[in-house]
């Protein structure tokens, strides 16, 4: 009899141990909509990081852009031989080489104001130009003269 107890009080105290586990166990947990509320929050916080890293790529690009334009600015114009050959007007040709894009359009109705006065002292302004273009170039003198302004 007293292994039968004995046998009787074990496997009780394992039930009731058991029992004991899987109540707390569902008790402590997260229900079904606590664990989609999370899920709700995890998916909106991956969202609010997507957005932010797209914003600092775009903020990069934007910088890496203005920092060319930067560096163009210092570099100055470049007006080659070539360039003055070729160019079907030496004021359109200087416009694009020394204005700004943005001002080309207040620019362009003094433009034939520009061409007569240019047309009337081009070969001094080319000679003013390759005056400078001496000036400028080293001394071993590459195939073509640039100059800038």
Do not use: F, W
Request: charged letters at 25%; glycine letters at 6%.
């Amino acid at each position: 009899m007293d292994l039968l107890t004995s046998a009787v009080i074990l496997v009780a105290c394992v039930s009731v141990g058991l029992c004991g586990i899987i109540i707390s166990g569902r008790r402590v947990g997260a229900s079904k909509h606590t664990r989609a509320y999370v899920k709700d929050i995890q998916q909106d916080l991956n969202y609010v990081k997507e957005q932010k890293n797209n914003e600092i790529k775009e903020l990069r690009h934007e910088t890496l852009r203005l920092k060319g334009i930067i560096n163009k600015g210092k570099q100055g114009a470049t007006i080659t031989d070539t360039d003055m050959k070729n160019a079907n007007g030496i004021g359109e040709m200087l416009m694009q080489k020394l204005i700004p894009n943005k001002y080309h359009e207040i620019v362009k109705p003094l433009l034939p104001k520009a061409e007569a006065y240019l047309a009337q002292n081009q070969e001094q302004i080319i000679e003013q130009i390759k005056s400078i273009n001496n000036k400028n170039q080293p001394k071993t003198g590459p195939a073509q003269t640039t100059t800038t302004l």
